[in-house]
C-alpha cells in the first residue's frame, strides 16, 4: 500500500472527528503509520470542521496535505471547499441525503451515499457519520473492516445502548459502496 490521505469535513457536531480517529485507530491496529489533523472553524458545534488522515505503510513526512486522496464531504460548503483538491484518479463520498450535486469533474470516483437517511433507518440519526466511515472503507480498502470495526468497538463498547445502530450504519456504508462500485464495473 501507498500513502493515502482523507480529508472528512462538515459542521461541527457531525462526527467528522470521531471518524477520523476511528480510521487512525484501525490503521494502528493494523500496524501502519497513521496521523490524524484535526481542524475546527470558530465555533465546534455547528461550525467548520474537518480532518485529515493519512495512512501509510512507510513513515510519514508531513500530515498537512494539500490534495487528498478522497473527500468525505458530509455538506454542501465541504463539497464545495474540499472536493475540487481530490487528486487525480482520487475518490469523492459525497453525503447525498444534505448535498444535492456531484462534482464535474470526470477525474475521479463519486459515490452518493444517502448517510442521514441510512442512519435513521439503523436507528441512530446521529450515525451518519459511521455510514459514510463505511462507505469510505469499503471504496477504498486502505484498512479492513474488521479493524474499524474493531476500533468502533473499542470507543463505543461501554456504551451498548449505541454500539449497536453504530455498527449497523457502518455495515451498510459499507456493503452500500461495495454494491455501488461494482455497478460502476458492470457499466
Do not use: H
Not at 27 to 40: A, D, M, T
Not at 78 to 106: H, Y
Not at 131 to 136: D, K, M, N, P, Q
Amino acid at each position: 500500500m501507498r500513502q493515502y490521505e482523507v480529508t472528512m469535513a462538515g459542521f461541527g457536531g457531525q462526527g467528522i472527528m470521531t471518524i477520523g480517529q476511528l480510521l487512525a485507530q484501525a490503521g494502528l491496529i493494523e500496524g501502519k503509520e497513521v496521523v490524524w489533523l484535526p481542524s475546527y472553524g470558530p465555533e465546534m458545534r455547528g461550525g467548520t470542521a474537518y480532518c485529515t488522515v493519512v495512512v501509510s505503510d512507510k513513515r510519514i513526512g508531513s500530515p498537512i496535505i494539500s490534495n487528498p486522496t478522497c473527500v468525505c464531504a458530509f455538506n454542501r460548503p465541504s463539497f464545495d471547499k474540499f472536493s475540487p483538491r481530490i487528486k487525480p484518479n482520487g475518490l469523492l463520498i459525497i453525503n447525498s441525503s444534505l448535498i444535492d450535486v456531484q462534482s464535474d469533474r470526470t477525474d475521479i470516483t463519486q459515490l452518493l451515499i444517502p448517510a442521514n437517511d441510512i442512519a435513521i433507518k439503523a436507528g441512530n440519526p446521529r450515525a451518519a457519520n459511521m455510514v459514510i466511515l463505511g462507505a469510505f472503507i469499503g471504496a477504498s480498502g486502505v484498512v479492513s473492516y474488521d479493524s474499524t470495526e474493531n476500533a468502533l468497538q473499542q470507543k463505543l463498547g461501554g456504551k451498548k445502548e449505541y454500539l449497536v445502530s453504530n455498527l449497523q450504519a457502518f455495515k451498510e456504508g459499507y456493503e452500500l459502496a461495495l454494491e455501488k462500485l461494482g455497478e460502476k464495473d458492470k457499466a
